[in-house]
Nanobody
Framework: QVQLVESGGGLVQAGGSLRLSCAAS????????MGWFRQAPGKERDFVAA????????AYLNSVKGRFTISRDNAKNTVYLQMNSLKPEDTAVYYC???????????????WGQGTQVTVSS
């Protein structure tokens, strides 16, 4: 079992920045690829970014490339999502998740956090 707890969400104006954190506990964190997903009201949960267990490989949703950066600190059992140049369409609940392999498919993730709200005002 892996327990995941997200933090760092909030209200920010368009063009601003936020850094989300996801703290993991339980099984060895460094053995898992980690991902960030988001879900806006009335919409499906979408892939945002993912990082391999070593941090050597990353993947991003096209619309966040160049604005968002995923990173991890295995010594702190934490994965981050740095979000810059935020847009109102980035408003959603953001979830972190753990998977055995790097993937953009939500079905590949076995463990999920409870989510943190990000609201971007125009």
């Amino acid at each position: 079992q892996v327990q995941l707890v997200e933090s760092g969400g909030g209200l920010v104006q368009a063009g601003g920045s936020l850094r989300l954190s996801c703290a993991a506990s339980g099984r060895t964190f460094s053995g898992y690829s980690m991902g960030w997903f988001r879900q806006a009201p009335g919409k499906e949960r979408d892939f945002v970014a993912a990082i391999s267990w070593s941090g050597g490989s990353t993947a991003y949703l096209n619309s966040v490339k160049g604005r968002f950066t995923i990173s991890r600190d295995n010594a702190k059992n934490t994965v981050y999502l740095q979000m810059n140049s935020l847009k109102p369409e980035d408003t959603a609940v953001y979830y972190c998740a753990a998977a055995e392999r790097l993937t953009s498919y939500s079905s590949g993730y076995a463990y999920w956090g409870q989510g943190t709200q990000v609201t971007v005002s125009s």
